[in-house]
């Protein structure tokens, strides 16, 4: 089936797709012959009935100013379609029809083409016809015909461009120049067909529109013009876009049966909303009206603004129950589709104990997710930096870290013999260098004896010398007025041996909203600690530790 989507003169066919490859081969134009009789081997017979059962022949798509009226619009001709039925072909009367069977194709029962169309062969009928005809070889349970367009086409041309056509064509008929052929079509259907048929001639459209573009987008998906599809889903993808036409193209995959020929403007369309939503804290009353492909977008973007993946996941949890109450549709939705979402290999321990207690999930599938993240995290750097580039090859992104507002950490406790914490902090160089001339990066909490901490990284002026430098502090969380006293110790990894170096001693009693460190970790200027031969950056990554431990 894949092979009858191929257009015999489409350039990703023989070459490349002119939008990639601008020296490619330009596609043949015949809009010299579009509807000339000298070269034309055919006459095909349009008929147009009402969208509806009292035979209206307005256009819907005429009154469709908006992505959003077309939405609308083509919501209520697919339900008025499902009630009606109306095109029924066992219909069609014997004595006038010589070959009245639907084109053979392998996808004429998908649930996607819900406005049927009818093909027929038969011969010419002498004379003009009338487009409200009351003969009585017609007067069965059909919709009423409230009109006839006559074009004459040439069958090569359609052919290499439609599989559909292609198909229509070689069905067994013996070759004549007198052949008619008939297609009925919904009135709503018209204009887009005939900018179909014009394309399939001259490779370009009249139409500007997003609302008409979709209709001719629909139209070619129908009639298997992958080629058109792609120009209009290109047109459209260079139009301004909003949230509402985004949510409108990402459901194009479901609609049509052509999907990977749209697949250019959903990707666009996911970009779009990543961009405009990453910062959910900004838009969180409109993202939690958002529908599900919409969150997915989203939530799959590297460039999401959250403090923490802990963020992410609690918003997850707040957007199924707003949308999905019954606990049984909110488990099916987490387990097949936002569960996949989240990147639990960089939530907080403390947030994957509670991932597990969640009633929300499958306990099956939140012990996977949280073994696999707890794997994770405890990889070597370098096996973790090869994971994520694999994953980053495919569809999933669990592997890949985005830009947090709190950089995660490593950490490791220890209860006996005495109560004990170590800290790994790693930076990449361009997060190092975003941190000139003052700036601060902070890491997600992490605890001991039921206390929270964080480390956070400084450019600051060095107070003796004036010079920029690279600092490294401690910090506790403001809770209550409880005290700690503290011991702690701040390393590096640093070339050659690229061990743990030790940088600084210190012991400190924290109160709530407390920190303590030092202003120049490594006692140089910050242009030294940022040159290309910078004993602290392995690989680009400034590997950070802190050791914490409590004083009795």
Same mark, same amino acid.
């Given at each position: 089936m894949k092979d009858q989507n191929l257009d015999?003169?489409?350039?990703?066919?023989?070459?490349?797709?002119?939008?990639?490859?601008?020296?490619?081969?330009?596609?043949?134009?015949?809009?010299?012959?579009?509807?000339?009789?000298?070269?034309?081997?055919?006459?095909?017979?349009?008929?147009?009935?009402?969208?509806?059962?009292?035979?209206?022949?307005?256009?819907?798509?005429?009154?469709?100013?908006?992505?959003?009226?077309?939405?609308?619009?083509?919501?209520?001709?697919?339900?008025?379609?499902?009630?009606?039925?109306?095109?029924?072909?066992?219909?069609?009367?014997?004595?006038?029809?010589?070959?009245?069977?639907?084109?053979?194709?392998?996808?004429?029962?998908?649930?996607?083409?819900?406005?049927?169309?009818?093909?027929?062969?038969?011969?010419?009928?002498?004379?003009?016809?009338?487009?409200?005809?009351?003969?009585?070889?017609?007067?069965?349970?059909?919709?009423?015909?409230?009109?006839?367009?006559?074009?004459?086409?040439?069958?090569?041309? +359609? #052919? &290499?461009?439609?599989?559909?056509?292609? @198909?229509?064509?070689?069905?067994? $008929? =013996?070759?004549?120049?007198?052949?008619?052929?008939?297609?009925?079509?919904?009135?709503?259907?018209?204009?887009?067909l005939m900018e179909l048929l014009n394309f399939m001639y001259s490779n370009t459209l009249t139409t500007s529109t997003a609302p008409a573009l979709l209709d001719v987008l629909m139209a070619a998906d129908k009639f298997e013009v992958a080629s058109c599809m792609r120009y209009c889903s290109r047109l459209l993808r260079n139009l301004p876009m909003t949230p509402e036409s985004a949510l409108l193209y990402l459901e194009l995959p479901s609609s049509v049966l052509m999907a990977e020929a749209?697949?250019?403007?959903?990707?666009?369309?996911?970009?779009? +909303? #990543? &961009?405009?939503?990453?910062?959910?804290? @900004?838009?969180?009353?409109?993202? $939690? =009206?958002?529908?599900?492909a919409g969150i997915e977008a989203i939530l799959s973007s590297d460039d999401l603004q959250v403090a923490s993946e802990d963020a992410v996941y609690d918003f997850v949890l707040k957007w199924t129950r707003a949308h999905y109450p019954q606990i049984d549709e909110r488990r099916d939705i987490l387990s097949s589709r936002l569960g996949h979402c989240i990147r639990f290999p960089f939530m907080s321990c403390r947030k994957l104990r509670k991932v597990l207690t969640c009633n929300d999930f499958e306990h099956e599938f939140s012990s996977k997710l949280v073994l696999e993240a707890l794997f994770f995290k405890a990889e070597a750097p370098h096996r973790q930096r090869t994971q994520a580039a694999e994953e980053s090859a495919s569809s999933s992104r669990r592997f890949v870290e985005r830009a947090y507002k709190y950089r995660p950490v490593k950490v490791v406790e220890f209860e006996l013999p005495r109560h004990q914490c170590i800290v790994y902090l790693d930076l990449k160089r361009d997060e190092c260098a975003n941190l000139f001339p003052s700036g601060k990066v902070y890491s997600q909490a992490f605890h001991l004896g039921g206390q929270g901490f964080f480390l956070s990284a400084h450019c600051n002026m060095d107070q003796q010398s004036s010079f920029h430098c690279f600092g490294l502090f401690l910090g506790m969380q403001e809770k209550g007025s409880v005290s700690f006293a503290v011991d702690y110790e701040f390393a590096a990894r640093t070339k050659p041996a690229e061990e743990y170096v030790s940088k600084y001693k210190g012991n400190y009693t924290f109160t709530g909203g407390k920190a303590v460190g030092y202003r120049n970790l490594f006692a140089i200027p910050w242009t030294s600690f940022m040159a290309e031969d910078s004993l602290y950056f392995i690989n680009g990554v400034l590997h950070l530790r802190a050791e914490l431990t409590i004083r009795h």
């Open positions: 015999l003169f489409d350039p990703r066919t023989a070459v490349m797709d002119p939008e990639f490859s601008p020296t490619s081969t330009r596609e043949p134009d015949f809009a010299f012959a579009f509807n000339d009789s000298n070269f034309s081997d055919r006459v095909l017979r349009i008929e147009i009935i009402g969208d509806s059962l009292d035979g209206d022949g307005d256009s819907d798509s005429h009154g469709c100013h908006s992505l959003a009226d077309w939405a609308r619009n083509r919501k209520r001709r697919r339900e008025d379609f499902k009630k009606e039925n109306a095109l029924d072909i066992t219909a069609c009367p014997e004595e006038q029809i010589i070959s009245c069977n639907q084109i053979d194709s392998e996808d004429a029962d998908n649930e996607n083409q819900d406005e049927s169309v009818v093909a027929m062969i038969e011969e010419p009928n002498s004379g003009d016809e009338a487009a409200n005809s009351d003969d009585s070889t017609w007067n069965c349970d059909s919709p009423r015909v409230i009109k006839v367009k006559t074009l004459h086409i040439s069958s090569p041309i +359609l #052919a &290499a461009k439609s599989p559909f056509f292609y @198909k229509l064509f070689s069905n067994g $008929m =013996k070759e004549s120049e007198q052949r008619q052929v008939t297609l009925r079509i919904n009135a709503s259907e018209e204009a887009a749209v697949q250019p403007l959903t990707d666009t369309a996911k970009q779009f +909303l #990543a &961009a405009r939503y990453k910062d959910i804290t @900004k838009f969180q009353e409109e993202v $939690m =009206k958002l529908p599900l």
